[in-house]
Every structure is written in structure tokens, then in C-alpha cells.
């Protein structure tokens, strides 16, 4: 079955960095188009960022306003893992970070990406906590 596994999540301070990953099993990953979402307490899953696979227009990148500038997301296909480099971090950054897949469909556009419905396949989540 397909399997997410997110990983790196940890505690920083303010202003630090951190790089999430996600590694994928049971699909063919390079077809797959991936998204990273996050869900702080008490509030709604939010988009992150998205990256196309194969299928879409391949490596395309897209981000949400908080994100741009400051995330920027890989993708290793020959390793079946998307990364989420992120710098510049601040509290409002705390969050549970989810990773997912959608279903290879041939569509690019940031709309698709930053639409969690879309999605057939999520992690469990990675916790990062930024202190001031």
C-alpha cells in the first residue's frame, strides 16, 4: 500500500532552518505531483507548497504567500523523497507538517496543488515547534 513517512521535524529557534522530508513507497512516486500542508493548533490545514511530478508540467513548484522566499521544495525521484527546505522560520511556523500525493493526474496549476482535496495519500505528520 502507498506509505508517506515524514521526517525532521524538531524544535529551533527563531530566524533557524530546517529541511522536512518525505519518503514515498507503494507508487510510482515520479508520476505523482506532492504537497506539503501544515496544521498549527486550533486552526485549519493550511497549503505550504506543492511540486508536479511527471505527469504535470515535471518539477514545477508552487507556494503559499508565507511560504514564498522563504521554503523552497525538491524533489528526489531516484530516492522517492520530496523535501521542504525552510528558512527564516518564526513562531507562526508551528505546526504539524503533512506531506501528500496526488493521483498523477496531468494537471499544473497552483490552484490544484494548494487544494487538499486533491490529495489521495498523507503522512502522519512531523512536528515543528519555532521558539522566540
Known amino acids: 500500500q502507498v506509505q508517506l513517512v515524514e521526517s525532521g521535524g524538531e524544535s529551533v529557534q527563531a530566524g533557524g532552518s530546517l529541511t522536512l522530508s518525505c519518503t514515498a513507497s507503494?507508487?510510482?512516486?515520479?508520476?505523482?505531483?506532492l504537497g506539503w500542508f501544515r496544521q498549527a493548533p486550533g486552526k485549519e490545514r493550511e497549503f505550504v507548497g506543492g511540486?508536479?511530478?511527471?505527469?504535470?508540467?515535471?518539477?514545477?513548484?508552487y507556494y503559499s504567500d508565507s511560504a514564498k522566499g522563504r521554503f523552497t521544495i525538491s524533489r528526489d525521484d531516484a530516492k522517492n523523497t520530496v523535501r521542504l527546505l525552510m528558512n527564516g522560520l518564526g513562531p507562526e511556523d508551528t505546526a504539524i507538517y503533512f506531506c501528500?500525493?496526488?493521483?498523477?493526474?496531468?494537471?499544473?496549476?497552483?490552484?490544484?496543488?494548494?487544494?487538499?482535496?486533491?490529495?489521495?495519500?498523507w503522512g502522519q505528520g512531523t512536528q515543528v515547534t519555532v521558539s522566540a
Open positions: 511540486i508536479s511530478g511527471s505527469r504535470g508540467i515535471p518539477g514545477k513548484t
Open positions: 501528500a500525493s496526488e493521483p498523477a493526474r496531468t494537471i499544473s496549476s497552483f490552484r490544484y496543488y494548494a487544494n487538499p482535496n486533491v490529495y489521495d495519500y
Open positions: 507503494g507508487l510510482a512516486f515520479s508520476r505523482h505531483g
